[in-house]
């Protein structure tokens, strides 16, 4: 048998690879493996770090952040904008990477490309507007002047998972480096080699080699290190890891943004286009094997449409091609390792068990490969089972029936989760005006996932137990900097005039609180 999986990228070689690695800080605690989903055999090994390791990649990138941050803010840019070309240029080489290490379908490997190119392209050029100094009325007009203005934070941790390896690793680091921070990235286990890929492209941009440091290990001791060491921290995981993230955090009182799960619900009007609904349904659910933290778990339908709406969404769940490998040639890949599947099989059967019924799928099919499953629609689920509410984070939908809005709106707001939901129908405004009563941190309509997190110029977070922070818009950049009050004055200190009676001031003083009530000035 094979010591290495079959699916290593033709161009990886041992050289490239070595090329890869040498960009993981120290690593002196040997090798870290992970096994491929097309066989579940090693990908390629990068070296692992200790916690010492870590505290050396955040003192080389504390020791290089003043003068990366005296650069112009176009100078910084330039990097991001030459990152951008070499993405765009090379990305069959990234695409072949991500696929190995997590298995997913070529097109939602794209998307990856897409969204992170159009992330750096936006905060190259338009970042500086949102970072831009900003007067602000003073206390004494004419003598005195205020201005707001934004410093870089230090040094940014980020902690990325292994679903979106790219554009997960890459988009919260561009608005950190940009704001004139430096950065210290936790390469996840399962996927190191496409974040290394990227610093390595990073520094073919002109990167200075300290300003981003990636470290590779175990969540618990490399990640604790991680924040122990930034001063700011972005995290993206579990919403049970995410709570240990913050409370570390807070003893350290540095702030944090988190994007953690979601059990987003669609919901499907009885005036909506079904089959236009079947096809948003599926893109939404299925995208990346179900991997994806804004992905449709639950369908919640309007009882008047369901019957017709089902079978739509099944002719459409027929169609999805399920299988593995690199290139375009099917739909949907295989989960990421045997714990994803062991826990997409385990919510299934408990949902049967206990009385709900599989319209589609519904079994894994390791004929295909060893942690394949099949694309899954399930109706009858209740609350007593754990795929209800509980997010299974694999390619499985239920379906809930409803009689009208309130009821779909009460649905989709079931739980503690608030990430990302959807509406079908052809009346926009009605949906605009359910969108404010659904606790979400984004609603499409008409649209299954991707329309909000694509549109990079508006914020993208959670609401709930869903995440705090935002990424992407003017929110993406500014929580990596501090807000910080220039205050000058022309006469010097304010106060009572010397050899002046207090009384006199005082007296002056709430004339003039008065007067500015009268006129209504602040």
């Known amino acids: 048998m094979s010591t290495i999986s079959a699916h290593r990228p033709a161009w990886l070689t041992d050289a490239r690879l070595a090329s890869l690695r040498r960009w993981v800080k120290n690593g002196n605690l040997g090798t870290l493996t992970a096994l491929a989903p097309y066989d579940a055999l090693p ?17 080389s990138a504390r020791a290089a952040q003043p003068q990366w941050a005296a650069l112009s803010y176009e100078a910084r840019a330039a990097v991001v904008l030459r990152f951008h070309d070499l993405l765009v240029e090379r990305q069959d080489e990234v695409l072949d990477l991500i696929q190995w290490e997590v298995g997913k379908a070529r097109l939602h490997a794209w998307q990856e490309v897409l969204l992170l190119g159009t992330v750096a392209r936006h905060y190259a050029r338009h970042g500086r507007s949102y970072l831009k100094d900003r007067l602000v009325r003073p206390a004494v007009p004419v003598v005195t002047r205020v201005t707001e203005v934004r410093v870089p934070k230090g040094v940014v941790g980020i902690i990325s998972p292994w679903n979106y390896p790219l554009y997960l690793g890459v988009a919260d680091l561009i608005p950190a480096l940009l704001a004139g921070n430096t950065v210290v990235s936790k390469a996840d286990q399962q996927t190191p080699l496409t ?22 290990g175990d969540g618990p001791s490399i990640g604790a290190a991680v924040i122990d060491a930034a001063d700011y921290l972005c ?33 499907v009007r009885a005036d909506a286009d079904l089959d236009l609904a079947a096809r948003g349904t ?7 094997s179900g991997q994806m933290c804004i992905h449709i778990e639950r369908v919640i339908v309007h009882r008047k449409v369901y019957e017709a709406f ?18 375009y040639g099917y739909d949907v890949g295989p989960l990421v390792s045997r714990a994803q599947l062991d826990k997409v099989s385990a919510h299934v059967r408990d949902a049967v068990a206990k009385g709900a019924t599989v319209l589609a799928g519904g079994r894994a099919r390791p004929d295909i490969g ?38 779909a709106i009460a649905a989709a707001n079931l739980g503690r989760q608030g990430l990302s939901a959807s509406i079908f129908t052809a009346d926009t405004a009605a ?18 996932a991707g329309l909000a997190i ?28 501090d807000a910080q009050t220039v205050a000058v004055s022309r006469l010097g200190p304010l106060g009572p005039p010397p050899g002046r009676p207090v009384e006199s001031f005082v007296a002056f003083g709430n004339k003039q609180l008065k007067l500015l009530r009268r006129l209504g000035i602040r």
């Open 282 to 288: 599926v893109e939404a659910a299925f995208a990346n």
């Open 454 to 481: 694509a549109t990079v110029e508006a914020p993208m977070g959670g609401r709930g137990e869903s995440g705090l922070g935002r990424r992407h818009g003017a929110e993406g950049i500014r929580r990596f900097t």
């Open 370 to 407: 060893p942690y394949a499953y099949q694309p899954t629609v399930l109706d009858g689920v209740t609350g007593d089972m754990d795929l209800c509410l509980g997010e299974t984070f694999g390619p499985v939908v239920a379906l809930h029936r409803v009689d009208g809005d309130d009821a």
């Open 43 to 59: 990908t390629a090994g990068v070296p692992a770090c200790s916690p010492d390791d870590v505290d050396a990649a955040a003192t």
């Open 195 to 216: 974040l290394l890929w990227a610093r390595a492209r990073m520094a073919e941009a002109g990167l200075p080699e300290d300003v981003w440091q990636v470290v590779a």
């Open 310 to 327: 089902t079978e739509a969404l099944l002719a459409a769940t027929s169609a999805q091609r399920l299988g593995q490998g690199l290139g």
């Open 431 to 448: 949906a605009e005006a359910m969108a404010r009563r659904i606790r979400s941190g984004a609603v499409n309509v008409n649209d299954g």
């Open 235 to 267: 995290f993206t995981g579990s919403t049970a890891t995410g709570r240990i993230v913050a409370e570390r955090a807070a003893r350290r009182l540095i702030g944090v943004s988190l994007e953690l799960g979601g059990k987003n619900p669609l919901i």
